[in-house]
């Protein structure tokens, strides 16, 4: 039989993130009965290179095909093809087989791959590409003596296997040159936690040490508990990294991957945002960022075309450096213009605009005039750590005469700003902004502050009712659903209304040509009184009325999708469910892909 062979699309995320031996996926909730893949092995290669991968899991046999997507930060830009391929070597119910080619240009970092089997499309589980050659950890490897010397650049694997475990390398540098250390252990590879058995993962610690063990620099925490280090080398020599768990712990997976290059390293690009669709000049700060290893140079770079979250990368000789976001807006841009810490100074600007700026000094505070008319309801929302600014935004909207108005330190779990307000009469108002956590000074304490009427509006999401890890009831967020050919699939709509949007929702449902035979239909529920005395008596029907959401908050409805007996089975990715509703009297449509699969009748 000739092998299958579909064109991945790939999801890297803008951390250098891999694995060491096979790594499994850790799940806390599945769908019951649903295919799935939980191990990859191995579980990284370099891109440019055809390796072969095993995935394991249950219901796989009669793969059609796998599928990777890549996305800098999951959920907020959008997945894009990559050009990987994938054949079908083998595949049984707990097995599939398949080469992967990784074209050169690939994104260094994860993918997520998927299995298109007929029972419907499996969760996601990753794989690492890595864009240097990899070199796996060798004990012992404890001391300095017995330190594994590396040849750069390279992506170690590792594991701290042990308490009190030191993994020690050597390598080569040269006076003047710059390299990274970067290591990803807490994001990639830190086990599911259970309260209740205590949190069990690798806090990693990374110091570099001359050839007498002298401490050169150290890294902690920097990116969550995962460390990441810069230095230059004043003279050519051998050093050292050691490698160890902050509080000498030590488990068979506490798996890490550290990188050492001289890679191109981004930490700001200002401004951090641009009107979608258009062109824009940026400086761009970091390490290694050209040839002659610049900390900034000025770059021309295009905005999403569509707003919301980008990413930016910058290529040399080196190699491709981290993946940096970068946000395009739907208003207006401008730029803070210093000095403006007081009313008097503070300039003034047009409701419906977004300023970026920045952290000049610790005590800082950034304000912004506008006028406003009175009971016009608006919204301050500030973008900085969800754009990896360290700033930890407060903001104050006052009146002329200093009256607090509102004011806002965090949005529920995000650190980052947000405020509506309500004006009380028609004069010029000023919202002041600050670090509330004073973390520093510099380019990269950026900010991106928008003002802009309160903007009813919707979203939704599709649920299917899980299990976790205990075995107790979970509504689910799924991309897809499985339908029997013939038959129906019930599942749920959470509806999320935003902003004090109302009135009455609609769902329609978009198939392709080839799947006509597919239908949406409301499910509805009537309980009645047993006559006996039990229990309601709960009957669901399926009415062919469309799919309406009616009232104001949020809402789950229950939905089925009823699949015509002589449509073929089969993974279908582009069904396109629509929610269609009023937004302050302005039609607005969210579209979203339904993946679908048209799966084996149901047996009699």
């Known amino acids: 039989m000739r092998p299958r062979i579909l064109t991945l699309c790939g999801l890297g995320l803008g951390l250098a993130l891999a694995a060491a031996p096979t790594v499994s996926g850790q799940r806390l909730i599945s769908l019951p009965d649903a295919p799935q893949i939980n191990t990859v092995a191995p579980p990284s290669a370099v891109r440019g290179q055809t390796v072969r991968i095993s995935l394991g899991g249950s219901d796989l046999a009669g793969a059609r095909g796998l599928m990777c997507r890549y996305s800098a930060m999951p959920g907020r830009i959008p997945m894009k ?13 707990s097995q599939i087989v398949a080469d992967l080619a990784i074209p050169p240009t690939a994104p260094p970092g994860l993918h997520e791959i998927r299995a298109l089997v007929p029972k419907g499309i499996t969760d996601g589980l990753y794989f690492y590409i890595g ?63 259970d309260r209740n058995q205590g949190f069990i993962y690798l806090d990693p610690f990374l110091s570099l040490q001359d050839a007498t063990g002298r401490d ?18 004043a003279q050519s020599g051998t050093y050292y990294l050691v490698m160890r768990d902050d509080l000498y712990r030590g488990r068979g997976n506490f798996n890490y991957r550290l ?31 050209n040839s002659a290893g610049a900390t900034q140079v000025r770059r021309r770079i295009t905005y999403p075309a569509r707003p919301g979250l980008g990413e930016y990368r910058l290529t040399t000789a080196d190699g491709t450096s981290n993946s940096f976001p970068v946000m395009a807006g739907k208003l207006l841009e401008a730029a803070e213009v210093e000095p403006n810490d007081r009313l008097q100074d503070a300039r003034r600007y047009i409701v419906s605009i977004t300023v970026t700026g920045k952290i000049d000094r610790l005590e800082d505070v950034d304000g912004f005039r506008f006028q406003a008319q009175a009971k016009q309801r608006l919204v ?23 009256k607090v108005i509102g004011s806002n330190d965090d949005r529920g779990k995000q650190r980052d700003s947000r405020l509506e307000v309500t004006i009380p009469r028609t004069d010029e108002y000023i919202v002041y902004l600050r670090d509330n956590a004073q973390s520093g000074i510099g380019p990269d304490h950026y900010y991106r502050l928008t003002i802009r009427p309160l903007q009813p509006s919707f979203d939704y999401q599709v649920q299917l009712q899980a299990q976790d890890r205990r075995g107790r009831p979970k509504d689910l ?44 239909l409301p499910i509805t529920v009537t309980k009645k009184d047993d006559p006996s005395g039990g229990p309601p008596i709960v009957t669901q029907t399926m009415s062919k009325r469309p799919v309406m959401v009616k009232g ?53």
Request: without cysteine; charged residues 20%.
């Open 81 to 93: 093809i990559v050009g990987i391929q994938a054949k079908i070597v083998k595949s049984t119910d």
């Open 131 to 193: 864009q240097y050659r990899q070199t796996n950890e060798k004990e012992p490897n404890n001391t300095l003596q017995q330190a594994q010397a590396l040849t750069l650049p390279t992506e170690v694997a590792g594991a701290v296997q042990r308490g009190e475990d030191r993994d020690v390398y050597s390598f080569k540098a040269t006076a003047g040159e710059t390299l990274v250390f970067e290591v990803d252990s807490f994001h990639r590879f830190s086990p599911a936690q």
């Open 216 to 233: 050169l620099a150290y890294s902690d925490d920097q990116y969550r508990l995962d460390p990441f280090l810069v230095h230059k080398f």
């Open 259 to 289: 990188s050492v290059a001289k890679r191109p390293s981004i930490t700001a690009v200002v401004p951090p945002s641009g009107k979608a669709g258009t062109r824009g000049v940026v400086t761009v700060y970091g390490y290694n960022l």
């Open 380 to 402: 301050f929302r500030v973008e900085a750590q969800s754009l990896g600014s360290p700033v930890d935004s407060f903001i104050t909207v006052t009146d002329r005469s200093g």
């Open 477 to 520: 967020t799924v991309p897809g659903v499985t339908v029997p050919r013939g038959g129906t699939k019930e599942f749920k709509l959470k509806v999320n209304r935003a902003e004090g949007q109302k009135g009455e929702l609609t769902f329609e449902l978009s198939p392709p040509p080839n799947l006509r035979g597919l239908a949406m």
């Open 552 to 604: 104001g908050g949020n809402k789950t409805i229950d939905v089925a999708l009823k699949a015509d007996p002589a449509l073929p089975m089969g993974n279908y990715t582009h069904v396109v469910l629509l929610l269609k509703g009023t937004a302050r009297n302005q039609a607005v449509v969210v579209r979203k892909y339904l993946w679908v699969t048209i799966g084996p009748p149901e047996e009699e």
